[in-house]
């Protein structure tokens, strides 16, 4: 079976920090652009952070510049999402998705609130309080 299944989530103080993980099964992520999303109650889903299969090439939306970190370890299949200096607007599910035919980070990113619902998966709450 093909899924993504993220974890890490929590309550957590504004200023505090999360781990975010997410682990891939019945395909890998080696070859694959990946990406963090969010939504907060309320609002659409939006890109937080896509990583493009050199890892080097990561984009951020501007919110989480120089706080959050995306990052691979294609031995484990695995992504991650480090939060740091949360705030209360980091608020929402976060979900991990590997689309298909990603030619561009960033337009996959913007993609937010068009995206194929089949890759939501079940997500994981994050709640920042001030």
């Known amino acids: 079976q093909v899924q993504l299944v993220e974890s890490g989530g929590g309550l957590v103080q504004s200023g505090g920090s999360l781990r975010l993980s997410c682990v891939a099964s019945g395909f890998t992520l080696d070859r694959k652009s990946v990406g963090w999303f969010r939504q907060a109650p309320g609002k659409e889903h939006e890109g937080v952070s896509c990583l493009g299969t050199g890892d080097a090439n990561a984009y951020y939306t501007d919110s989480v510049k120089g706080r959050f970190t995306i990052s691979r370890d294609n031995d484990k299949n695995m992504v991650y999402l480090q939060m740091t200096h949360l705030k209360p607007e980091d608020t929402g599910v976060y979900y991990c998705?590997?689309?298909?035919?990603?030619?561009?980070?960033?337009?996959?990113?913007?993609?937010?609130?068009?995206?194929?619902?089949?890759?939501w998966g079940q997500g994981t709450q994050v709640t920042v309080s001030s």
């Open positions: 998705v590997a689309p298909n035919g990603v030619t561009n980070i960033q337009a996959m990113c913007q993609m937010g609130p068009y995206m194929d619902p089949n890759y």
